[in-house]
């Protein structure tokens, strides 16, 4: 019974794209304009590669970012770890109130580096696969 519906389907479809096709007018490629959009492309790919080096220097920025704030918690975790009696309170609350603060802080990190890469990505896909392929933020993450 399945089949029977898929069949039909298939052949509805088949139909109505094909009679779609024989009412539609063919286009002439126009040459001219064909080589200016290429032209654009071309003018746009240093752009572009200026938009991707900007990219990685700020994913840099982040990771550098990052080890320092681990550095900093490493440090408030070996005074926590060595402290004794009243002092290991305060201790132990500094470390989670620096947590705390960089959990934040890498939210808000990760959301802005978020919106920056879906922006990137958009507008190598509109520059089509290629652009896509050639773009150092994309080749370092395929090495991954």
């Known amino acids: 019974m399945k089949l029977r519906q898929v069949s039909t389907i298939i ?10 096709l024989a009412h539609t007018k063919p ?9 200016q959009t290429r032209h654009k492309m071309s003018m746009m790919d240093d752009k572009m590669m ?7 220097q700020k994913h840099e920025q982040m990771k550098s970012h990052m080890k320092a704030m681990d550095e900093k918690l490493d440090s ?11 002092d290991k309170a305060d201790a132990t609350s ?13 939210s808000e990190m990760n959301s802005t580096m978020q919106v920056g890469m879906m922006k990137h990505m958009m507008e190598h896909m509109q520059m089509g696969k ?8 994309m080749k370092g993450m395929g090495a991954m």
């Open 11 to 20: 052949l509805v479809g088949t139909v109505l794209a094909t009679s779609l």
């Open 27 to 35: 286009t002439a490629h126009k040459q001219p304009e064909y080589k």
């Open 50 to 56: 200026a938009g991707c080096q900007e990219m990685m």
């Open 76 to 86: 408030l975790v070996t005074t926590m770890n060595s402290a004794t009696s009243s």
């Open 94 to 106: 500094a470390v989670v109130n620096e947590m705390v603060a960089q959990r934040k802080m890498m």
């Open 130 to 137: 290629k652009s896509m392929m050639m773009c150092p933020m």
